[in-house]
């Protein structure tokens, strides 16, 4: 059974940073592709970053040159670096993997930019 769990998340000034980390486990990480995604409130969930198991990343327009995805295999562990944050960014952020055609979600991180 896969399980990830994130964390990393707080509350940041509009302009700061942040990076959020997601352990996973129950599956062989390093084929797996690793994914971010954020729901914020009153809003569907969305796509924020991907990172492929030879280091490919993906990002969402609305991200793209502030966040940086990345992962280290031999701890199991992805990544999500929010530079540049601006309020817009307040959401849950979710760690995701598809394993043998199932989807596995953590419980998500809340980040809140507010100054």
């Known amino acids: 059974q896969v399980q990830l769990v994130e964390s990393g998340g707080g509350l940041v000034q509009p302009g700061g940073s942040l990076r959020l980390s997601c352990v996973a486990s129950g599956m062989i990480f390093s084929i797996n592709i690793m994914k971010w995604y954020r729901q914020a409130p009153g809003k569907e969930r969305e796509f924020v970053a991907q990172i492929s198991n030879y280091g490919s990343t993906m990002y969402a327009d609305s991200v793209k040159g502030r966040f940086a995805i990345s992962r280290d295999n031999a701890k199991n562990t992805v990544y999500l670096q929010m530079n540049s944050l601006k309020p817009e960014d307040t959401a849950v952020y979710y760690c995701?993997?598809?394993?043998?055609?199932?989807?596995?979600w953590g419980q998500g991180t809340r980040v809140t930019v507010s100054s």
């Open positions: 995701n993997t598809v394993k043998l055609g199932t989807a596995s």
